[in-house]
């Protein structure tokens, strides 16, 4: 890994001070250093043993709703104990001096970022704790009432005891529409911003990614901060190469 030269540091500095609006694309790597897996990295990534297509789509859950739910619900289990690492932290601390600067736009489902006391978090991706319905609610169509979640019939997945409707964690599938309100607050704070600093993503993952072209186009600069190349190196005015944690505090300490 080459070492950051300290005038590309400062450069960015330079940026994030004169910036008023900044915007954060995190993935996974954010989170490496709390020790949560990444999807794609070669040897620890999910994606390196497990298969998307099995796990992350509504054609998997319904083929086997029970492994899908499984593997998810192992993930919340490992996730329950993580903590936010000081790259989450240095942007919750950055939030808490500059009220109303510096936007989080996450594909992460982990709420490490809410954990560490980011407000204002755009979760792109949902969020692995929270429940939904599989289809939309039988009873509520006829009785303009919907099934509560909390009062799922336990199980694995849990079930509507009224109709057989089953709950499915709520995060975004392969092949699925991003939460409409999220994505266009990221679009938003994406096109306003002033620096977009793109942070532990391998950029392969639409429309995610596209908000940093959506920056650059808006006239931001674009940062990557990520130990290894990314999709989206092209798309970046300057690429820090390195963690998550040895960067953001050295960024975001003003
Ligand atoms: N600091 C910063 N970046 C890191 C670190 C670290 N300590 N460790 C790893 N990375 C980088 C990797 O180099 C890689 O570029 O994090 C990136 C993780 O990429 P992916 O595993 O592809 O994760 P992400 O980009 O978040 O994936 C997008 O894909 O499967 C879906 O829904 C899932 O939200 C996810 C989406």
């Given at each position: 890994?080459?070492?950051?030269?300290d005038d590309l540091l400062d450069q960015v500095r330079g940026w994030l001070r004169q910036a008023r609006k900044i915007a954060v694309l995190s993935g996974a790597g954010i989170s490496a250093e709390s020790g949560v897996p990444t999807f794609r990295d070669a040897q620890t990534g999910l994606w390196a043993s497990f298969r998307p297509e099995e796990l992350a789509t509504e054609e998997a859950f319904r083929a086997n709703p029970t492994r899908v739910w499984d593997w998810y619900a192992e993930r919340r289990e490992r996730l329950r104990d993580v903590a936010p690492n000081v790259g989450h932290v240095a942007l919750a601390e950055f939030q808490q001096r500059h009220p109303g600067r510096l936007t989080v736009i996450t594909q992460n489902v982990d709420g490490l970022h809410q954990k560490a006391g980011s407000t204002g978090v755009l979760a792109l991706h949902g969020n692995i704790y929270q429940d939904q319905w599989l289809d939309p609610c039988q009873l509520a169509r006829r009785a303009h009432e919907s099934c509560h979640v909390e009062q799922a019939e336990a199980?694995?997945?849990?079930?509507?005891?009224?109709?057989?409707?089953?709950?499915?964690?709520?995060?975004?599938?392969?092949g699925e529409m991003l939460p409409m309100a999220a994505l266009r607050a990221a679009e938003h704070a994406a096109t306003e911003c002033e620096v977009m600093l793109v942070?532990?993503?391998?950029?392969?993952?639409?429309?995610?990614?596209?908000?940093?072209?959506?920056?650059?186009?808006?006239?931001?600069?674009?940062?990557i901060v990520n130990p290894q190349a990314t999709e989206l190196d092209d798309v970046a005015h300057a690429v820090l190469v390195g963690s998550s944690c040895q960067l953001l505090p050295r960024l975001l300490d003003f």
């Open positions: 890994m080459t070492p950051i030269s199980g694995r997945p849990p079930s509507c005891a009224h109709c057989g409707n089953l709950l499915r964690p709520a995060v975004v599938w392969f942070v532990g993503t391998s950029g392969q993952v639409y429309p995610a990614a596209g908000l940093a072209h959506e920056a650059r186009q808006g006239g931001a600069k674009v940062v």
